[in-house]
């Protein structure tokens, strides 16, 4: 147990914090305190000492030096059951400091504002406090520390209950906390300058030390499985993204719906036109683009609609009545997101009240790493945005596909791309007519694709996300009806399988990417 008898108290955010100093002072708690929050003391009738008097020392070089002085840091990390530190504090006249309670400049509401200076980042990078708070933090069998405001009711509870003193434990816990908000500070201010100043280009690309920095957004029900716990964060470096989604109706999200969403969004972005993609367990089952969204949606959904049900609705434009009406009339959905949402449909909606509606506010893909979390490791990698260069396209078979094949070749192309590999998609026009995905052989995907294509396979174009090893799948897709084919090439077997397609009078493009979704 510690007794606090003299608190230091400057924060930038002021909140809750007149409470806690009112209740140190019926404590008899001595408060000093630096420039803003010692006025708002002082406007409160709340006794306080300027640092300034207790250090001897004004505040200096426009507030940049207030707290960096050996009467306050002393004060901090003397060790009270060391004799040669408490005989230099009494020798320099140095008084104890037992609760710290600090809070940093906003520098991360500084650099998310559009007209932000370098010279004004600057400014807002906070020296004081976070010195203080290591101080704290590494004194804690002393000294109790708060860097959260949302912890000043507690540590009001436990000194009225306590009469003056704090637990041992509790001081070891706020000392955590303190440590995680200056790593957390650091890493935001190397970030930031690191971008600013195009340093981040001459570093390497994989360092050989990776911190990871991510926000708590919320609690979910439940992980993948009811009995496994989680939680949704996010990255405060980035903008926007799933875990900045807006719901606008439904109940909580779950662990696999966001899963699904993501995989959703990524997909449906791909398209230029209006496009919908429905997906289930994070692969889709059926995607489509047209000049008008509602066709889309009806493609996406007539492409397996018994997988579909259940499934996540992600759209690329704004959902309009005719296709908020196409949805309504196609079964149980989990999800619907979209850029924005007539109101009228929103008002369709209203009586599916477990049907969660979500706006996605951010433009295009974002960038940056893919991160897969291994036991006892991390993989890290780009992330796959390669796109279709049509100027590296290469026709290896004697029949060419037409312009109407060309473009659903295309189509596929990209739909693949978001299955999960082996990958097989079928397609006609901009719609996909079955979609074989998962399977550890890539004949078995190309036989999946077959079943949920039907009789609408005849004719159909073939996206492969990976080259085809033996020329048994072009077997398949020619039983199947496929009549062009699209894939990276690269095999020891090419031959073989150009053969394969020149037999069966199949037109073949070769792409030079390999899009493995693991």
Known sequence: MVKIRRALISV????????????LNILGVEIISTGGTAQLLRENNI?????????????????????????????????????????????NSIGLIDLVVVNLYPFEQTILKPDVTIAEAIENIDIGGPAMLRSAAKNHRFVAVVCNPARYPRIAEELRKNKGFLPGGFLAELAVEAYALTGEYDRMVHSYLSGYFNIVNKLPRFPKELTLSFQKVQDLRYGENPHQEAALYKNKCECGGIAGLRQIQGKALSFNNIL????????????????????????????????VLSRAYLNAWKCDKLSAFGGIVALNRKLDMATARAILKSGFLECIIAPDFNLQALALFKEKKNLRILKSDYPGVIEGMDFKRINGGLLLQDKDLSGLDLKNLKVVTNRRPSKKEMKSLIFGWIVAKHVKSNAIVLTKGSKTLGIGAGQMSRVDSVMIAKKKAGLSSKGSSLASDAFFPKPDAILWAHKAGVRSIIQPGGSIADRDIINACNKYKIAMVTTSIRHFRH
């Open 47 to 91: 006794p306080v000492k300027e640092v300034s008097d207790f250090t001897g020392f004004p505040e200096m070089l426009g507030g940049r030096v207030k707290t960096l002085h050996p009467h306050i840091h002393g004060g901090i990390l003397a060790l009270r059951d060391n004799r040669e530190h408490m005989r230099v504090i009494k020798d």
């Open 12 to 23: 930038s955010d002021k909140t809750g914090v007149l409470d806690l100093a009112k209740e």
């Open 260 to 291: 699904d969403l993501n995989s959703a969004l990524e997909l449906v972005r791909e398209f230029k036109s209006p496009a919908a993609a429905i997906v289930k367990h994070n692969n889709p089952c059926g995607v489509a683009e047209d000049k």
